[in-house]
C-alpha cells in the first residue's frame, strides 16, 4: 500500500477547496478499435471536510488494452486514488494513496492525481509539488532505534560505476559497512518496523511511503500524518 505525499505552494480555505473538488467532473469519449465509442469520466467521489483534513477518492476510467487470441481487447477499466489534504503547521499537504489496480505505475498515477488537484484548485499545474524529507532526518530516524531496521538504499554515491548501496540486517548502525556508506552516499529509501504501531514502513527521500504490514487505510494515513509529515524539509 503506497502512498505519495505532496505540499500544496499556496494557501488553502478549506471550505472552498472542498466545494470545487465536489463539483469536478470531466468526461471524454474513446473510440475503440471495433469502432465502439465509450464514455470515460474523471471525478471526485465521497468528499468529507472535517477540521483541518479533506478526503475524498479521485476516480478515473481507462482503457486497458492486452491481447487475446492476436487481436487488440480493450476494457474499460476504474482506478480509485482515495486522498487527502491536510493542514499542518501552517502548511498544506496532500497525500494521495496509489490505487491497487495501479501495480507498477503508482508513482505515475499518484502525480497524475497531484496534478489534477492542482489544476482544480487553482486552475494551473505546478501549485502542488513533491516534496523531500532531508538525507540527514532518515539518517537520524534508523539511529535513533536500529534494531528496528530492515533496509537502507544509498543514492547519490561517488564510486565510480555504483549508483546505489544497499545493506540489509539488524544493528545497521553498528556495522562498519554501514559508516563506510555513508561517507559515499546519502540514504534514498529505508524500510523499518514501527514497533509501538506494530506496522513495517518504507520511506524514500522524495516522501514515497509504503506499508508493507496489514492495516487499515485510516491507520496507516494516520501515522503518515503524525509521523511522516514532520520529516518533511
Avoid at 58 to 79: A, L, N, Q
Wanted: charged share 25%.
Amino acid at each position: 500500500m503506497p502512498a505519495k505525499v505532496f505540499e500544496i505552494k499556496e494557501d488553502v480555505n478549506l471550505f472552498f477547496a472542498a466545494q470545487k473538488l465536489r463539483n469536478y467532473s470531466e468526461e471524454e469519449q474513446y473510440t475503440t478499435v471495433s469502432g465502439e465509442t465509450i464514455s470515460l469520466v474523471s471525478e471526485i467521489m465521497d468528499l468529507k471536510v472535517g477540521g483541518d483534513v479533506i478526503s475524498g477518492i479521485f476516480s478515473r476510467d481507462f482503457i486497458r488494452s492486452r491481447v487475446y487470441k492476436r487481436k487488440i481487447v480493450e476494457t474499460p477499466v476504474t482506478e480509485e486514488s482515495p486522498f487527502w489534504i491536510k493542514k499542518f503547521n501552517d502548511r498544506f499537504f496532500l497525500i494521495v494513496l496509489a490505487p491497487s489496480t495501479a501495480r507498477g505505475l503508482k508513482k505515475l498515477l499518484t502525480n497524475y492525481v497531484a496534478n489534477k488537484i492542482s489544476r482544480v484548485l487553482f486552475i494551473k499545474p505546478n501549485i502542488i509539488l513533491e516534496v523531500e524529507i532531508p538525507h540527514e532526518r532518515l539518517k537520524a530516524l534508523h539511529e535513533s532505534n536500529p534494531q528496528a531496521t530492515k533496509l537502507i538504499w544509498f543514492d547519490n554515491v561517488d564510486i565510480p560505476g555504483v549508483e546505489k548501496l544497499c545493506l540489509a540486517g539488524s544493528d545497521l548502525a553498528d556495522t562498519s559497512l554501514y559508516q563506510e556508506y555513508l561517507k559515499h552516499g546519502k540514504i534514498w529509501y529505508v524500510v523499518f518496523e514501527v514497533q509501538r504501531r506494530g506496522i513495517v514502513i518504507g520511506v524514500t527521500r522524495n516522501c514515497v511511503v509504503t506499508l508493507f504490514s496489514k492495516s487499515s487505510i485510516e491507520e496507516f494515513v494516520n501515522y503518515v500524518m503524525e509521523e511522516i509529515l514532520p520529516l518533511i524539509r
